[in-house]
């Protein structure tokens, strides 16, 4: 009987432990684990955050980045760290694309984490090389179907969402194109602007540049619906795809136990940053959209991209490991 009284008095001071850790979070810096190396759009995110985190809760924001194994290094380290609001994870789509991506994980994604919020979104953008003769998603579609296995696309890579958007594209239209992958996406860009690829489907930041020089034709967006910054260009689902949309975020996760408090606070805090007027303009520069949702609507969003890449790695067979 004092066996049993004891252990659930243990079990109540750490309650109550946490519940005061909770209260007065943050009393220390705070750092932000980049599962990526520095220069690419989630580290960017990261960055452009961390100061104006850093003001409103009062103790330092640091990003510290832990590149590996397309982020699962980094994501590792935040699911084994206490749940604390200590150690938290910004992340990109490929997240939960590598919840399928590989055969097995350290973690599991819907299970070892606790969504907080989605700091920005961007979606991808179809560019083709100016020589093709299409100018529109349907007459790209219509073109594919006349040379089948005679066009290709260009990607940074087996399972970057550069090769999945195009993949759920193919899946979506039953066109027949042919995947070159490239190690990144620079050299896929490079390839599609000297016509060595024929089109790519590549994250939209740092594009236009590209496009207002007339080394590449865009032909939709694949938002779900336009970008206010680009009212002409529509998206793939209006032009003859419905219900396509793909595209990168930008996220924000902590361990699966952190108390509900600290979540709360951590994003109630970044939805407020990305509402800063010159986040909101930097993040607009970056091709992307600020958002900061609430957990429940990230984490639902999470389940959806978790559910429908696993769809794509199935059809397209690509495996890493």
């Not at 008095?9 to 979070?25: D, E």
């Not at 930041?205 to 002409?232: C, D, I, N, Q």
């Not at 793939?236 to 979540?263: D, K, L, N, R």
Request: proline share 8%; charged share 15%; net charge positive.
């Amino acid at each position: 009987m004092m066996r049993a009284t004891s252990s659930v008095a243990c079990v109540l001071l750490i309650a109550l432990g946490m519940s005061a850790g909770a209260q007065t979070y943050p009393n220390r810096p705070v750092r932000l684990i980049v599962p990526y190396a520095p220069g690419g759009g989630v580290d960017v995110m990261a960055r452009l955050i961390a100061p104006r985190l850093s003001e409103r809760l009062g103790q330092q924001a640091i990003v510290d980045n832990r590149p590996g194994a397309t982020g699962n290094i980094g994501a590792d380290i935040v699911a084994r760290s206490a749940p604390d609001g200590y150690t938290v994870l910004v992340a990109g789509a490929s997240i939960a694309i590598n919840a399928s991506l590989y055969k097995k994980l350290p973690y599991d994604l819907l299970r070892d984490f606790a969504a907080v919020t989605c700091i920005a979104q961007s979606p991808n953008i179809v560019l083709v090389h100016p020589s093709l003769p299409a100018k529109s998603i349907q007459e790209l579609i219509a073109l594919a179907r006349t040379r089948p296995g005679q066009l290709n696309y260009a990607s940074g890579g087996n399972g970057s969402t550069l090769h999945l958007t195009a993949e759920l594209f193919k899946s979506m239209t039953g066109v027949d194109i042919v995947h070159v992958p490239y190690n990144s996406t620079g050299p896929a860009i490079i390839a599609v602007m000297s016509g060595e690829a024929a089109m790519a489907m590549p994250p939209l930041a740092g594009m236009l540049g590209h496009v207002e020089s007339g080394r590449l034709r865009a032909l939709a967006v694949t938002s779900a619906t336009r970008l206010k910054t680009l009212p002409r260009l529509p998206t793939v689902a209006e032009s003859g795809v419905p219900g396509f949309e793909s595209g990168q975020w930008y996220g924000v996760f902590v361990p699966a136990t952190t108390p509900a408090p600290i979540v709360t606070t951590l994003q109630s805090e970044i939805a407020r940053v990305m509402r800063l007027p010159d986040v909101s303009e930097q993040t607009a520069q970056q091709g992307s959209f600020p958002v900061g949702d609430t957990p429940q609507h990230f984490a639902s969003h999470v389940r959806q991209e978790v559910s429908k890449w696993a769809k794509v790695v199935k059809a397209s067979g690509a495996r890493l490991d």
